[in-house]
T-cell receptor
Framework: QQQVKQSPQSLIVQKGGISIINCAYE??????FPWYQQFPGKGPALLIA?????SEKKEGRFTISFNKSAKQFSLHIMDSQPGDSATYFC????????????FGTGTRLLVSP | NAGVMQNPRHLVRRRGQEARLRCSPM?????VYWYRQLPEEGLKFMVY????????ESGMPKERFSAEFPKEGPSILRIQQVVRGDSAAYFC?????????????FGQGTRLTVV
């Protein structure tokens, strides 16, 4: 019940295309859903986050879509660029607590020029 | 303002040795979290510490692993008698307070290899 399932494991998108990464969770107590971006040899960096009181959040080219009834959320990267090539992790936690994040297994994104 | 500093970046230990991983949080941050990332897996929570206190260690293996965050100095994750299965990237994150609405910033990690 503490798992967050992430797919696909890897993704290749052409420059200018849309990258879509999906996550699903089971614990209905989760109410904070961040996405992290990790470049090789670096630590994860917070990209964008959403709470379940909204169905969508957009920051620049990055959009989170959230479906509370289906217990799913996804990251959309519009106009994908080679510089977006990285590993993306979804995560979930209970916001009344501290930063005890449950991470998905990651999606390795490659944006081809 | 330097970010979260972890050292060493890479650590090689033989089976049975001890590994000490250090984490200096960002200036002004008094909350530290340790996560472990096994190859091809996501990060898994290990322990949450405030200065001189362990708040939640529910993700720590029961044996051989310990963590501290003293009043002065960095947080230390200590692994005694390492085994091959301990090979992983260990990430530290810090935040100014321990609440969910405050972003935790991650360090670059220590990659432990047990040979």
């Amino acid at each position: 019940q503490q798992q967050v399932k992430q797919s696909p494991q890897s993704l290749i998108v052409q420059k200018g295309g849309i990258s879509i990464i999906n996550c699903a969770y089971e614990n209905t107590a989760f109410d904070y859903f961040p996405w992290y971006q990790q470049f090789p040899g670096k630590g994860p960096a917070l990209l964008i986050a959403i709470r379940p009181d909204v169905s969508e959040k957009k920051e620049g080219r990055f959009t989170i879509s959230f479906n509370k009834s289906a217990k799913q959320f996804s990251l959309h990267i519009m106009d994908s660029q080679p510089g977006d090539s990285a590993t993306y992790f979804c995560a979930a936690s209970i916001s009344t607590g501290f930063q005890k994040l449950v991470f998905g297994t990651g999606t390795r994104l490659l944006v081809s020029p | 303002n330097a970010g979260v500093m972890q050292n060493p970046r890479h650590l090689v230990r033989r089976r049975g040795q001890e590994a000490r991983l250090r984490c200096s949080p960002m200036k002004g941050h008094s909350h530290v979290y340790w996560y472990r990332q096994l190859p091809e897996e996501g990060l898994k929570f290990m322990v949450y510490l405030q200065k001189e206190n362990i708040i939640d260690e529910s993700g720590m293996p029961k044996e051989r692993f310990s963590a501290e965050f003293p009043k002065e100095g960095p947080s230390i994750l200590r692994i005694q008698q390492v085994v091959r299965g301990d090979s992983a990237a260990y990430f530290c994150a810090s935040s100014p307070i321990g609440q969910m609405n405050t972003e935790a910033f991650f360090g670059q990690g220590t990659r432990l290899t047990v040979v």
